[in-house]
Antibody
């Protein structure tokens, strides 16, 4: 069974850093394209970042230069390092597994709250 | 960025009746590889989104056949032939033809 479990969210002050983790089971992270999608409270879905199986990474403009997506193949885990956090980064962050051009699998999400 | 516009934004449906959601793209989602990277998701209350339809009309694993997707180019439709209580939630369309991936605003479906 495919499973994605995100951890690492929490309350952080503006300007701070957090690292989100997404532990995968039932498939190999490095063989798939993986992404992070976020959802601000009461709002819609926003794509954040993508890592292809090749290791190539892509970012949405609002997070470019501040967020870094990576993976640890030995742990079958995807990460999102978030620096210089802003209030507008407050959201539930979902890890997704790509398949056929879609986000086929989603974790339960982890809430990041940026506030002083 | 590609803009996806969903209509309606909310829908109240009697159980057993059909429902339809439209999603229009600001540009064609037909990729040079011949595939159209357009998908539909349902976010049930308190849950993460779940994939329903990929590449316009392909049902994802476990999706009932009363849910179907159609369309091409810039115009797409999700249809539920007979709405059930489990269909309540917010439906999103998404394009992955071009980065950044973008989503529609969402359509909230409730049962009358």
């Amino acid at each position: 069974e495919v499973q994605l479990v995100e951890t690492g969210g929490g309350l952080i002050q503006p300007g701070g850093s957090l690292r989100l983790s997404c532990a995968a089971s039932g498939f190999t992270v490095s063989n798939n394209y993986m992404s992070w999608v976020r959802q601000a409270p009461g709002r819609g879905l926003e794509w954040v970042s993508l890592m292809y199986s090749t290791g190539t990474t892509k970012y949405a403009d609002p997070v470019k230069g501040r967020f870094t997506i990576s993976r640890d193949n030995s742990k079958n885990t995807l990460y999102l390092q978030m620096n210089s956090l802003r209030a507008e980064d407050t959201a539930v962050y979902y890890c997704t597994r790509g398949n056929a051009g879609a986000a086929a699998g989603w974790g339960q999400g982890t809430l990041v709250t940026v506030s002083s | 960025d590609i803009v996806l516009t969903q209509t309606p934004l909310s829908l109240s449906v009697t159980p057993g009746q059909p429902a339809s959601i439209s999603c229009k793209s600001s540009q064609s989602l037909l990729h040079s590889d011949g595939k159209t990277y357009f998908s539909w998701y349902l976010q049930k209350p308190g849950q993460p989104p779940q994939l329903l339809i990929y590449e316009v009309s392909n049902r994802f694993s476990g999706v009932p056949d009363r849910i179907s997707g159609s369309g091409s180019g810039t115009d797409f439709t999700l249809k539920i032939s007979r709405v059930e209580a489990e269909d309540v939630g917010v439906y999103y369309c998404m394009q992955s033809m071009q980065l950044p991936w973008t989503f529609g605003q969402g359509t909230k479906v409730e049962i009358k």
